[in-house]
């Protein structure tokens, strides 16, 4: 029997957890994505009301490596990351997007 073509090396408490793994994942060269399946009634529910969690999903060969970097970053706080991001905005300069004179 062969091998799946992908795995699922972790299960993030929510949607945006799940994002911030994989873009953890995909900064590293290794193809990730959270479980997209088309829901039915019952795991829609599930979903909104975060019981089941995302599942992070990469090709089968990469799973030590992905299981690797995603154990040392696991301590990252979601709060603190949005911290520096707005700490990374330049009050005083001009608005993102905008052009200069």
Known sequence: MSDPISTVVTTAANPEQAKMFVAQLEAAGIPAAT???PPDEFSMSQRLMNLNGCKVIVPTE???RAQEILSENKDVDLD????QAMDADNPDGPPIGSKRD
């Open 35 to 37: 479980d997209g399946a």
């Open 62 to 64: 990469a799973l030590d």
């Open 80 to 83: 603190e990351l949005t911290r």
